[in-house]
């Protein structure tokens, strides 16, 4: 007792309330504190939109992939989209967005690259604070992630990231500490564990990461949320320097965390700090009484203003790689055939937590034809390039007893039924209403099949018993919980497939026994997914159509990609061709058209084998809501096309330098260190299909002049640039240096600066460029600090990484 009053007397007093506080209330809101006059505050997960609470079904603005942003190279543009957020999560009553990802792009396996900017860490930490300093200056809260080491999706809630002090220093704590050096108000701590050479930890638990380097070093005076249900300690997480554990309720802090503080395992002043934290937050989004956030208006997403805003995005972001003088389209062309699967389905968002609910979905076939209405225009898939059949059509199931839908029945332990059985809609495929106590349920399905051929599948998640027409199709005994939405397998489940072809109409009986799967704060649910086809995999006439419509077009559009079956959060690539027969399909337009534009669909790198073989190709990325009118745009040339790419594109995956992201015994070793995307490409001398920084846009320029002012220390680039092509275009001029003469390790070349001006043909353009003196430095592990070696710097001032117009000699530095 003495102990205790002692210890009481010499720290703050904690109270529950303020315990209460650093965990979530439900998975989307915080606690409030009274006392503080601080209301509950509502997350929403972004970076594409806000997508809300759950039950929040209101739609919202549907951004391009962060990818396709960062293919822009325009800050300004970054921070329209920005205010964009800010307005869309007011609208919402959203105070903290959880964006953007700021994680590399170290490889195009990872899964997730379409939700992060760049390989670069500069591309990527400047756009990123162009975002997030706009969003927050309408008092809403931007959530920077994934802190630290999270470029993979395989067992990403267990592996350890090792990298060394420099490649970490240098390179993936760049983005963090420009985004915390800009203001960011809230960091999420991420799944995997990270070994910086002095401590291996859990990142929600890395003491030397979050609160001596994010809280002491850079002075970080916000918020270190988890990732979601990443929390495993409440003693090392707590003392670690975690702030807020989401979701709630429940978790490893409350009780516990009241306890630890009462037995001195964690010290009173550092509970008090984290919720000091908290309610600073509060008072920045304006949660707390007297601290009203700025009044601002908002648009709704089908706005003529958001919409057209999103069209440029779309239309400036895609990347030409390759034109032969077919584009822009002239507005006199009168047959135009569009070929592909993904420009009968466009594949606009990627899988996880990077979607939202969109107010609309423009079509490219929609927007062709209302940008060119004289024009005869063709649409036909040419080939299929999904794994699943697509989701039934409701009207084709009905219950035994033939009421539309499929019959649900749950069931306790013991096997009886919990309540009367319920008719539900076939096009629900959660079911995340299951009453208290029900373990497993029972659903029985007839599925109308006309006379022909049939794809019929079931997709489910958990422990299940299958039948079709009684015969046991599927059986598993493995239970599943939260993980299947950590891995995102629910959202796409696997499940029996089965094939049917008759001469005369028939009913296949379904009949599922499953688990009703407790994800614990991603709720309960049965997962039951109905999904049907006719049977036409590459049938030779829906292919010959497509080669007969191209052979009569003036111009052949082939949109080609990838789906959420093959990009998603949760699980990794494991090749980078184009699914399906999609590479066949493009050579066998091409062959009859000679006018044949390629759109690539796509968020992350894929191997084009005919990309030197084509008329044009245009990459358009994961596009969201405005994705045929921005690239009916680009095509015509109302937007120039004049994205630069933020990755490297291979030709093969063979000459990828990162192919592997399954963790080894738990570990990722980063064993490229410096040398993240271009720069490993740099330095063995690899040759992609296009190079880091490429896009050739509706313009030609010639570089005039490169003038350096200033020193090692930081200096300003003039770069002079002339339009020499036959209309107005843009043109991103990058800058990159590098140290041909270093006795110690650097990268071939690094990005250094970069900005973009609009020129009209035959005119010319100045831009200044800022060099920051982090530019020059590099990490010294000994010293512990930031160092400047002397020795000599060359900057280049070109059109790509590789295509390097002038260069100068950077003046030493200057003593006296």
Known sequence: MTLQVARAASAPLIAPAEIALLTGVTSWTTAALPAAGLRPMVLSDGPIGVRGVDEDDRPSAQLPSPSALAATWDRKLLGELGLLLGREARRKDVDIVLAPVVNLQRTPFGGRHFEMFSEDPLLTGVLATSMITATQSLGVAMCVKHFLGNESETDRTTYLARMDERAMREVYLAPFQRAVEAGVWTVMAAYNGVDDGVEAAPATEHGRLLTSLLKAEWGFDGVVISDWLATKSTVPSAVGGLDLVMPGPGGPWGAALEEAVEAGSVPAAIVKDKVDRVVRLGRRVGAVTGHEAPATGWTEPDSTSTRTLLRRVVAASSVVLRNEGVLPLGRD??????????????????????????????????????????????????????????????????????????????????????????????????????????????????VHLAAGAHVVEVGVSGSHVIRFDGEVVSESTREADHDVILDSSANNPDGPVRRFEQAEDRVVRIAAVQQVVDAGAYGRFVRFVLRHDCDSVATSSELQDALDAAADAEVAIVVVGTNEESESEGWDRTSLGLPGFQDDLVRRVAAVNPNTVVVVNAGAPVVLPWLDEVAAVLWWWLP???????????????????????????????????????????????????????????????????????????????????????????????????????????????????????????????????????????????????????????????????????????????????????SVVVPPLQTS
């Open 333 to 446: 062309v009168r047959r135009v055939a569009v070929i592909g699967p993904n420009a009968v389905e466009p594949f606009v968002q990627g899988g996880g937590s990077a979607s939202v609910t969109a107010v609309l979905q423009s079509s490219p076939i929609d927007a062709l034809r209302d940008a060119l209405p004289r024009a005869e225009i063709t649409l036909h898939r040419g080939s299929p390039s999904r794994r699943h059949a697509h989701p039934i059509d409701p009207h084709l199931v009905t219950t035994p007893s033939g009421e539309p839908g499929y019959l649900l029945t749950f069931f306790d332990v013991d096997g009886r039924e919990i309540e009367p059985s319920r008719v539900v809609a076939a096009d629900e495929t959660w079911n995340r209403d299951a009453p208290d106590g029900a373990v497993r349920a029972r659903i029985r399905a007839n």
């Open 624 to 806: 969201g809501q405005e994705a045929g009118t921005g690239l009916a745009a680009a095509l015509l040339g109302e937007t120039e096309p004049s994205g630069r790419l933020p990755w490297t594109l291979p030709a093969s995956e063979e000459d990828v330098p990162v192919r592997d992201v399954v963790p080894k015994h738990g570990t990722i070793d980063y064993i490229e260190g410096l040398h993240v995307g271009y720069r490993q490409w740099d330095r063995d001398g690899r040759t992609p299909a296009r190079p880091f920084g490429f896009g050739l846009g509706y313009g030609a320029w010639r570089y005039d002049e490169l003038v350096i002012s200033g020193d090692i220390t930081g200096c300003t680039a003039r770069v002079t640039v002339t339009n020499i092509g036959s209309r107005t275009a843009r043109e991103t001029v990058q800058l990159y240096l590098e140290a041909p003469e270093s006795t110690i390790e650097r990268p071939a070349r690094w990005l250094a600066g970069f900005a973009g001006l609009a020129v009209p043909p035959g005119e010319t353009g100045v831009v200044e460029i800022e060099i920051e003196r982090r530019a020059f430095e590099i990490w010294d592990p000994a010293g512990a600090t930031w160092a400047l070696p002397k020795t000599l710097y060359r900057l280049h001032a070109g059109h790509d990484s590789r295509d390097l117009r002038r």
